[in-house]
């Protein structure tokens, strides 16, 4: 039946809108699941966690103090932002300058949380969202924390994805290559959700999300299931 499902999903709502919507905490696989599942589905791809981490990047460039809510809300608001929409190319760029690796060094790691709980900040980052994905024809997957509850609440499907600390830990430090310590790890995994859970609920599905736990699934098997996933509701749609 799985194998059934999956057959169907190149054909799934072609020149319809369709919007996967995907939450989860750090660490749980939802970049790269979601390009994959974007590329499967031949959709656009939208990564709101790096939009979060540009405006901290732009605002430590600029010298602007992080606690400064006011200043914050309004960088989001100046930062010209150029961010790749394809499920095959990774780029960010702030104003001309590719950021794509230096928005993912520890010191932005660390710093996210302060852009991502000001909320002045989120409602710019968010209506930012919306204007992209009505730009790609509602024809997207977009990943984050707020996305199936606050950015894209009516999605054709909405999961969240998640896995045991242990599995997002292990699966954080192979992505950063065994650079950082058991400490830095745990600040950008678990200490980031806390700070964040504080704005935002991203560890328990809303009503109408459907739970994807990927603690004991590889990333194959992971995308496998949360293509059979788009395909069920679709096809009780």
Known sequence: MTQELLDTVPSLRQGRPLVVAIDGPS???KSSVS???AHRLRLAYLDTGAMYRAVTWFCVSQGIDLTDGAAVEQASRDMVLDLSSSPHEEFVRVAGVD???????????????????????????????????????????????????VVAPGAEVRMLLTASEEARLRRRGIQLGGTQTAEQ???????RDAKDSTVVNFTQ????????????????????????IVARVLNRD
Not at 103 to 125: H, K, Y
Not at 185 to 191: E, I, N, R
């Open 27 to 29: 660490g749980s696989g």
């Open 35 to 37: 390009k994959e599942v």
């Open 99 to 149: 950021v794509t690796e230096a928005i993912r060094e520890p010191a932005i790691s660390a710093a996210v949380s302060a852009v991502a709980t000001t909320l002045g900040a989120r409602t710019e980052l968010i209506r930012r969202q919306r204007e992209l994905i009505e730009k790609h024809h509602r024809r997207i997957v977009v990943e984050g924390r707020d996305i199936t509850t």
């Open 185 to 191: 790890l745990a600040a950008q995994v678990t200490h």
């Open 205 to 228: 599905a809303a009503d109408g999300v459907v739970t994807l736990d990927s603690s004991d699934l590889d990333f194959a098997e992971t995308v496998d299931a949360a293509l059979v």
